[in-house]
Each structure stands twice: as C-alpha cells, then as structure tokens.
C-alpha cells in the first residue's frame, strides 16, 4: 500500500521508488504498486504518443 500510494501520490517514477524502498530490480518493486483505470487514462492524456497504443 505505502508503494503505491508513494507512486500515485507522490509523481515518483518506479525507478526512483525501487531505490526508495530499496529493491534490487523493478519487477520487484511492481509486485508493491499497482495502477488504477484513472491513472491509466491521466498517462495517456498527459502523452500524445501514449494516444496511439491505447
């Protein structure tokens, strides 16, 4: 919960937050975080490429 909570509150990227909690690798960090629908959709606003993927 504190990961993502971090991760959705606080506008950390994923790399920095694996530092933070001081994991080895980033697919250890993903097992901590998840996204919603709404941070999903806030992603692929904020970036106009992301818009060809979704």
Known sequence: MTATLMYKCGRIDIR?????????????????????DGQLQAAVNANSLAMMFS
Do not use: P, Q
Not at 16 to 36: F, Q
């Open 16 to 36: 920095s937050l694996r530092k933070i909690l001081g994991h080895e690798s980033i697919e250890a960090i993903e097992i901590y975080t998840h996204v919603d």
